[in-house]
């Protein structure tokens, strides 16, 4: 099921409740120290280096906002483009994967998200918007995979779940490596997701460097 703009914003007000920092149990939920954002972003946030995660998934509130790269002291986020090796050349490129790993009141955290297509660098232009679609991993036309992902542990507790059964929308808004000759482990990637599954929703905005990338045979 495709969410239009107004019912998928009035689908995570419903389930983005976000709690203020003081109140948070970092066990539960992940709010980062001093967010300005008290609402998620409803469009790509550009592209000067940021990542913004709001949204609510299995009952946790997620509100990580790093609105200025260059500026953030918080932990490491990366991205990584993997193509996959075929007879002729490095063709694929059909994932990117980003994350962030970082200590949230005291308990170091990952979160994790991926986008997935049959490949990137067959897209006639960018920016390309994607409908979102959980039945495969490497869909072609204008369907996309993505996965959302987190791990945490605390006082012998372990917290750690992937999600993919998810519908909405992604727009990959840039990618200096779009179209390259070979593999590129540098320069920026932008993306804007919507996700939503059942009582679970939430919204993505990043713009991040490159940090790897990974050929598969």
């Not at 369907?143 to 998810?166: H, L, M, P, Q």
Request: with cysteine; hydrophobic share 45%.
């Amino acid at each position: 099921m495709r969410f239009s703009a107004p019912l998928f914003s009035a689908v995570l007000a419903s389930c983005l409740s976000l709690p203020t920092l003081a109140l948070a149990d970092p066990m539960v939920d992940t709010v980062t120290a001093g967010n300005t954002l008290t609402a998620a972003p409803t469009e790509w946030l550009g592209d000067t280096p940021h990542l913004v995660i709001m949204g609510k998934v299995d009952g946790r509130v997620f509100d990580v906002q790093v609105l200025d790269l260059a500026a953030a002291d918080i932990g490491t986020i990366t991205l990584k483009r993997e193509y996959l090796l075929n007879d002729t050349d490095y063709n694929p490129y059909r994932e990117m994967d980003f994350a962030i790993e970082f200590v949230n009141e005291g308990i170091a955290k990952a979160i994790e998200g991926k986008l997935t297509h049959a490949d990137f660098n067959k897209l006639a232009a960018l920016p390309a918007t994607f409908a979102l679609q959980s039945s495969e991993e490497y869909p072609e036309g204008d369907k996309i995979f993505t996965e959302f992902e987190y791990k945490w542990e605390a006082n012998g507790v372990t917290v750690d779940a992937e999600s993919v059964e998810w519908t909405g929308t992604a727009t990959v808004q840039m990618d200096t490596a779009y179209q390259a000759a070979e593999p590129n482990g540098d320069g920026m990637v932008g993306a804007f997701i919507t996700a939503t599954s059942g009582e679970n929703a939430y919204v993505i905005s990043f713009t991040l460097p490159a940090t790897e990338f990974e050929v598969e045979d």
